[in-house]
């Protein structure tokens, strides 16, 4: 890595002069480029000024300053390049660079902090990025939504009309209007009612001529009522909606109902896991610097390990 890839030792002594913490961020976004107006720029302004006003304190070279803002930089493009959560592996990496810069092997690393610095280094990264690891994953990567498409094609709507009926009802609307015109002359009625006896209609005949001849039977056959006709409809009413209209929205409401408890149940899972997940990361982070705990107070053994 070049150790001047991101900041030239200008631009860092003109760092090091600012007197506030908004002088400083302020110069860096004129550095980089960067807006202040998200808040995703904000934060990204805040850990570049935190990384140098650590180095600043504990009086860095130019060198060691720009060789550990690029470490930090780089951890944190390739921590944010993907949506899944890598704590072990990105660590690893971070370990990685900042080993290339402890030890003197051209032209595979080039030595620019001492042993010190690193233990300084590490602890600091673990307190302040890798504390923070999931964050800077919620605000930097990019999220992965679902979207849910539900095509019905075997749905096809039947416009009804007078014309599918069956002939057996048309028969008895037909004989309907028979009893109707007829109800004058009770002869020509059972005259002409008698013919289609296989329909409804005929036991109105059955009922009439029963009550001119014969007694009543025991258990007299239901009489047929005409119904009236339905009045028209008033122009100012709601517009009627077509059988396509009515299946898609009869659809819809159904599709909305059954996801709607899928949701839910799919938000709570999530966070569960995401506590879960959570959890798992500050218990590496424990094992991490209980690790190196233990390289400080015994090298030889953690070697041996």
Do not use: W
């Not at 999931?134 to 605000?139: G, N, P, Q, S």
């Not at 009926?165 to 028969?171: A, C, D, R, S, V």
Request: proline share 6%; net charge negative; hydrophobic share 35%.
């Amino acid at each position: 890595m070049d150790l001047r890839k991101d900041l030239s030792m200008r631009q860092i002594y003109d760092f090091y002069g600012t007197n506030s913490s908004d002088e400083g961020i302020k110069y860096l976004a004129t550095v980089f480029e960067i807006d202040q107006e998200s808040e995703r720029s904000g934060i990204l302004l805040d850990f570049y000024y935190y990384n140098l006003s650590f180095a600043r304190h504990q009086k860095f070279t130019p060198d060691k300053t720009s060789a550990f803002f690029s470490i930090m930089k780089q951890t944190h493009n390739s921590c944010t390049a993907s949506p899944f959560l890598n704590l072990q592996k990105d660590y690893e990496a971070f370990k990685g660079l900042l080993l290339k810069h402890s030890v003197h092997r051209p032209p595979y690393s080039q030595k620019v902090f001492s042993l010190e610095d690193v233990k300084i280094i590490s602890e600091y990264a673990r307190n302040t990025y890798f504390r923070h690891y999931l964050m800077y994953k919620y605000a930097f990567t990019k999220k992965l939504k679902l979207d849910l498409v539900v095509d019905n094609l075997d749905i096809t709507p039947v416009a009804l009309s007078t014309e599918s009926l069956p002939g057996k009802i048309e028969g008895e609307v037909e004989s309907t209007q028979k009893i109707e015109t007829s109800a004058a002359n009770p002869s020509e009625l059972q005259a002409t009612v008698v013919q289609p006896a296989q329909t409804a209609v005929p036991l109105v005949a059955d009922v009439l001529e029963a009550t001119q001849v014969a007694p009543p039977a025991a258990n007299p056959p239901p009489v047929v009522e005409a119904q009236p006709e339905a009045l028209p409809s008033d122009s100012s009413e709601k517009p009627i909606l077509s059988q396509q209209e009515i299946v898609a929205e009869e659809l819809r409401s159904h599709v909305m109902t059954i996801l709607s408890g899928k949701i839910d149940e799919l938000k709570s899972v999530l966070m569960g896991k995401l506590t879960a997940q959570e959890d798992v990361i500050n218990q590496k982070i424990k094992k991490i610097e209980e690790r190196e705990e233990e390289k400080k107070k015994d090298p030889k053994a953690a070697k041996k390990k």
